[in-house]
Nanobody, 125 residues
Framework: QVHLQESGGGSVQAGGSLRLSCTSSISEYMYNSYCMGWFRQTPGNEREGVALIDSDGYETYADSVKGRFTASKDNSKNTLYLQMNSLKQEDTGMYYC?????????????????WGQGTQVTVSS
């Protein structure tokens, strides 16, 4: 079973930045082969996909964060990152990383596996 641990959340003012990290317990080889995603659950809303990154490092973003968030990974450390800039109050929520389903050669915003505990991001005005 894959264990994922998110960290790096906190409280910032609007316009500020945070970098989230997600570490994995699985072997480097398997991790490099996966599509991984960042999701968030904002108050009163269902969990939604924010960013995807495939085994080659190709990124996909939800429209709501495009141009502000950047997903990356360090395969040698089994770690994903989500750099969040120009944060808005509506970005407030719990953020999660998880493996996502790959269809053909494309990652999708369909989660696969068990959710971690997440990391809380709070953006104030």
């Amino acid at each position: 079973q894959v264990h994922l641990q998110e960290s790096g959340g906190g409280s910032v003012q609007a316009g500020g930045s945070l970098r989230l990290s997600c570490t994995s317990s699985i072997s480097e080889y398997m991790y490099n082969s996966y599509c991984m995603g960042w999701f968030r659950q904002t108050p009163g809303n269902e969990r939604e996909g924010v960013a995807l990154i495939d085994s080659d490092g190709y990124e996909t973003y939800a429209d709501s964060v495009k141009g502000r968030f950047t997903a990356s990974k360090d395969n040698s450390k089994n770690t994903l990152y989500l750099q969040m800039n120009s944060l808005k109050q509506e970005d407030t929520g719990m953020y999660y990383c998880i493996r996502v389903i790959e269809v053909g050669r494309s990652c999708t915003f369909q989660p696969s596996g068990h959710w971690g505990q997440g990391t809380q991001v709070t953006v104030s005005s």
